[in-house]
């Protein structure tokens, strides 16, 4: 079946630092969503991009559809403490036969530097 | 404008129980997903409903679970004859239509079988 390899699985943070992760997929996507999920919660939508090549921003997040369709990375700019929780890309056909049913990677943990 | 709505919160159930599981959509939204989570692992899909119809039921487990998405009234996941291995977050997302822009999560039912 479809996977997607996000990376890394956590990273620490230090407040003020610059963040990046990425997203990897054997199969093609034409949608790329990334969420966050703090503890107990949801997944709360951050960035969604519809096109290859398409950077889109918002606020501190800039997040980039990979031309191959099967990549994605997400940064985020200047962390601060509210940053910390699990961040998950998901993929999404939304095409053809498909549900429109998401496709999630394992996710990657921020926490804050000791 | 209340968002994704699932109840109960938490539940603990000890083995061969029922767990009912229940979601309601955000106003206007007419199709429902349902993810599940285990711990440390990213959302995986388990079924796709329309009202009154399951649309895709592939990550479904043959047996035990069942969907549904009444005409009137919540969507409801049930799971039959509860084992420890159903332990895991329960995720509802409700969707404007098939797949659109990626959906809203509500906070999830975390399910304990003890």
């Known amino acids: 079946g479809q996977q997607l390899n996000q990376s890394p699985q956590s990273m620490f943070i230090q407040e003020g630092e610059d963040v990046s992760m990425n997203c990897t997929s054997s199969?093609?996507?034409?949608?790329w969503l990334w969420y966050k999920q703090d503890p107990g919660e949801g997944p709360v939508l951050l960035i969604a991009?519809?096109?290859?090549?398409e950077l889109t921003s918002n606020g501190r997040l800039t997040a980039q559809f990979g031309i191959t369709r099967k990549d994605s990375f997400l940064n985020i700019s200047a962390s601060i403490p509210s940053d910390v929780g699990i961040y998950f890309c998901a993929g999404q056909l939304t095409d053809g036969g498909s549900q429109g049913n998401l496709i999630f990677g394992k996710g990657t943990k921020l926490s804050v530097k000791p | 404008n209340a968002g994704v709505m699932q109840n109960p919160r938490h539940l603990v159930r000890r083995r061969g129980q029922e767990a009912r599981l229940r979601c309601s959509p955000m106003k206007g939204h007419s199709h429902v997903y349902w993810y599940r989570q285990l711990p440390e692992e990213g959302l995986k899909f388990m079924v796709y409903?329309?009202?009154?119809?399951?649309?895709?039921e592939s990550g479904m487990p043959k047996e035990r679970f069942s969907a549904e998405f009444p005409k009137e009234g919540p969507s409801i996941l049930r799971i039959q004859q509860v084992v420890r291995g159903d332990s895991a977050a329960y995720f509802c997302?409700?969707?404007?239509?098939?797949?659109?822009?990626?959906?809203?999560f509500g906070s999830g039912t975390r399910l304990t079988v003890v």
């Open positions: 997302a409700s969707s404007p239509g098939r797949g659109l822009y990626g959906y809203t």
């Open positions: 991009l519809y096109k290859a090549g």
């Open positions: 199969s093609i996507f034409n949608t």
């Open positions: 409903l329309q009202k009154e119809n399951i649309i895709d």
